[in-house]
């Protein structure tokens, strides 16, 4: 092993840095995050300002282009993401392959990549052009894929899109119209979806942004590219946490048997992590997390169900952790998964769904990074060393002398 290691020694600089905890792997000018301040800009616009005053569609815009859209520009956007909802009837049948009971991010992994196959006169990523395209059809119709994943999961017809609805209000009517009675979208419930879309629009390098980053540079078409960042964040330590997190508010069950599960989370014998705590940037309040906070009970207190068990656990939990000398040292705080779960679950969401939604969200963040990283005159295949620590050279034993 050492003379491995004197032999990368000879090529020069290099560094060693397992979960890139201090090597930036692109420069970007889309999002900004200062996790020991607890603050977060999409393209210097503070997260609070935009969830307060701005909506998805505009967030997609600012990310996508850079700036805020003009009234005009902001139509003519609008239209066109509204033009690209529906998605090709034959998709019907690539999800009619899936067991019924397949998790629906398993199948979003599956029918995202198949976009490629279904709209492979837009994966030439040397045309501005088609890569305009791929990208208002990805933020268009990975929402209506979505819903369907989730029809399917139930058994229930697909719905397909109204353009006169905005695009979370569509959204939430693919999800939960049925033939027989159209879902009356509830203006404040949109607001909400719409909110929850727009905090989890971008965040810069995290695993599946730099996912889709890696794969793109190889010149992978953009519709592989969103797949493996969608794969990615399915895992629970990102965006899996929340499915997740929702689960283990429903385990405590009520706020006495909170402490229990607290020792555990300090229990280094014990794999219990606290889910929706900690962060591996934010080591302060993840801005988002105050924002979604505030959201759920105020979601919970239109739908008449403040006294919700898993919202009150939820508080509780917050508040023993925040005082606990345990997430102090570690600077542990609730992330935006924390609070998101339960206002889903008020919504109706299945916890199964949560993830996918999650990734509806995140398509625009995705795809802004993959357009600056293939814009970048700069730009090189991912290709991370390694420190070899396995065998030396050695010669081959037939298997009959081993
Ligand atoms: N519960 C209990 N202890 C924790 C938690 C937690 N949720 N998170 C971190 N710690 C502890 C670790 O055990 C470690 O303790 P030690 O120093 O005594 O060994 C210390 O805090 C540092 O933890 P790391 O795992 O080194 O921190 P890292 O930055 O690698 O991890 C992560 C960040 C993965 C988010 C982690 O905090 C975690 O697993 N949280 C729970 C899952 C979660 O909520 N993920 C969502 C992230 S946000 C998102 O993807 C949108």
């Given at each position: 092993v050492m003379d491995i290691r004197s032999l990368y020694a000879k090529t020069g600089l290099f560094t060693y840095d397992p979960g890139f905890t201090s090597t930036a792997a692109c420069d970007s000018a889309i999002t900004f995050i200062d996790g020991d301040k607890g603050e977060l800009l999409y393209r210097g616009y503070p997260i609070e300002q935009l969830a307060d005053k701005s909506n998805y569609l505009e967030v997609c815009y600012l990310l996508l282009y850079g700036e805020l859209p003009t009234p005009a520009q902001f139509k003519e956007f609008e239209q066109l993401v509204t033009r690209h909802t529906m998605v090709h009837e034959q998709m019907h049948y690539f999800f009619r392959g899936?067991?019924?009971?397949?998790?629906p991010m398993a199948v979003m992994t599956g029918v995202v990549g198949a976009m490629a196959a279904f709209y492979h006169d837009s994966t030439d990523i040397n045309d501005p052009q088609q890569r305009e395209i791929a990208s208002i059809r990805m933020i268009a119709k990975i929402p209506t894929l979505a819903a369907m994943a989730y029809k399917y999961s139930i058994g229930q017809p697909f719905v397909y899109p109204r353009n006169d609805l905005d695009y979370a209000a569509n959204f939430l009517h693919m999800c939960f119209s049925v033939p027989a009675e159209e879902y009356k979208v509830d203006p404040k419930i949109a607001r909400a979806m719409d909110l929850i879309f727009t905090l989890h629009a971008d965040h810069e390098q995290n695993a599946s942004t730099s996912t889709v980053r890696l794969s793109g540079s190889s010149d992978a078409n953009p519709f592989a590219c969103i797949a493996a960042g969608v794969a990615c964040l399915w895992g629970p330590a990102h965006g899996g946490a929340n499915e997740a997190c929702l689960n283990m508010l429903r385990q405590i069950g009520t706020v006495d048997r909170i402490p229990e599960f607290i020792a555990r989370a300090k229990?280094?014998?014990?794999?219990?992590r606290l889910m929706g705590f900690g962060h591996r940037v934010y080591?302060?309040?993840?801005p988002r997390a105050k924002v979604m906070q505030a959201t759920a009970k105020e979601v919970l207190s239109i739908l008449g169900v403040e006294n919700n068990p898993t919202l009150q656990v939820a508080q509780e939990l917050e508040r023993i952790a925040l005082e606990d000398q345990y997430f102090i040292d570690r600077k542990l705080y609730p992330n935006v998964d924390f609070y998101s779960g339960v206002i889903l679950d008020a919504i109706g969401?299945?916890?199964?769904m949560f993830t996918v939604l999650f990734a509806v969200a995140r398509t625009v963040g995705w795809i802004s990074q993959w357009k600056e990283m293939i814009g970048d005159p700069q730009k090189k295949i991912g290709r991370p060393r390694q420190l070899y620590n396995g065998a030396t050279a050695r010669d081959y034993q037939p298997i009959t002398q081993r």
């Open positions: 899936f067991r019924r009971d397949a998790h229990d280094k014998n014990d794999p219990f080591k302060n309040f993840d969401f299945p916890t199964s």
